[in-house]
């Protein structure tokens, strides 16, 4: 794939995820983007277009193998072990990252600042249930074989390791904008980008990025879903 297809797909791919679920949520008087039932819809088909959009672009446009993203578990056990641990420490490094960018905000605008609400408050019951399902199971899927599988590989091949990660992860951070308050979040997924596609080339397995990935939602969900 040369480098400006790949640019190209990764843009339009990180808009269309970040962007598609934001138009569709503002129906007419902004009611429906109050809709939990709604928010649930959109967050699958965010990630099941991400993941789908990777799939058919190896399949049908570059005619190679879904296994080319890394997907062979050659060491399934020490995968997800190196995965897990990766990603308790991705929640140690996104919080002192996440203190940095409060205290920053608070000396620049002279009050405390709130983080953006990454799930609705009105989500609850079945479809918290459904979400979280999304977030630790899916959203790891399919963002790990975009960012990772598709995109770091592919920058890999003309960079080296800390170029490919930073930009790959600068991707992986802007794609969850979602308004003004996410720019505090941002910084922090860069980093969990970084640690990510290093991971990644540590391990040459998707499923240990996808592991690490899995670990930092299941923790960050539980923390939002025992808070309500």
Do not use: C
Request: glycine content about 10%; cysteine-free.
């Amino acid at each position: 794939m040369g480098l400006i297809a790949l640019g190209v797909t990764a843009i339009a791919g990180a808009v269309a995820a970040a962007f598609f679920p934001s138009v569709i949520s503002r129906g007419a008087g902004g009611a429906v983007r109050e809709s939990p039932a709604f928010f649930t819809l959109a967050s699958f088909i965010q990630e099941a277009a991400l993941g789908g959009a990777v799939a058919l672009w190896i399949l049908f446009v570059n005619h190679g193998r879904l296994a080319s993203l890394g997907l062979p578990p050659r060491r399934a056990w020490t995968d997800v072990l190196v995965g897990v641990v990766a990603g308790v420490a991705m929640v140690f490094m996104a919080g002192i990252v996440l203190e940095v960018v409060h205290s920053i905000a608070r000396a620049l605008l002279g009050h405390n600042v709130s983080n953006p609400e990454q799930v609705p408050s009105d989500v609850k019951g079945a479809y918290l249930a459904v979400s979280g399902v999304v977030v630790v199971a899916l959203a790891p899927l399919a963002e790990e074989a975009f960012f990772r599988g598709f995109l770091y590989k592919g920058l890999r091949r003309r960079f080296s390791v800390w170029p490919a990660a930073l930009i790959s992860a600068s991707f992986f951070g802007l794609v969850h904008f979602a308004g003004l308050d996410f720019l505090l979040i941002i910084p922090s997924l860069i980093v969990v980008g970084v640690v990510l596609a290093l991971v990644y080339e540590r391990q040459q397995s998707l499923m240990a990025s996808v592991a690490a990935h899995a670990t930092f939602n299941l923790i960050g969900f539980l923390f939002i879903a025992f808070g309500r």
